[in-house]
């Protein structure tokens, strides 16, 4: 995958467009990730213990990789990812500055 666990992205599309925020989790099968700060949802809950709380409780929701643009950590500027092989191993480079992003 070209976006990894604690990557630095930006969202492209939809309603938080132009947030950034660091990929928490990735979930492989359906392309997606949760990203810190983005796409929140709402879940309403009971107390089922005395001390538990309840109410509205909001955590961030899944975000389609195809919505989700990487910021290079070398020029800080949103980019594309291309592969390439060091010593037999992939490795991902900015596009734009053609600097390594895997050290």
């Known amino acids: 995958m070209k976006i ?6 930006k969202l492209i599309l939809g309603e938080d467009r132009g947030k950034q925020g660091k990929v928490l989790q990735i979930i492989g099968k359906s392309n ?15 107390p089922k213990e005395p001390h ?7 955590k961030e929701g899944s975000v389609h990789l195809s919505n989700l643009s990487l910021i290079c950590p070398k020029c800080g500027e949103p980019t ?11 490795a991902r480079t900015c596009k734009k500055c053609n600097e390594l992003i895997d050290e």
């Open 4 to 9: 990894k666990k604690n990557d630095i992205v």
């Open 32 to 46: 997606r990730c949760i990203v810190e700060g983005i796409n929140f949802q709402i879940k309403h809950t009971r």
């Open 52 to 58: 538990e709380p309840a109410g509205r409780l909001k």
């Open 80 to 90: 594309k990812v291309k592969m390439i092989r060091i010593e037999n191993k992939r």
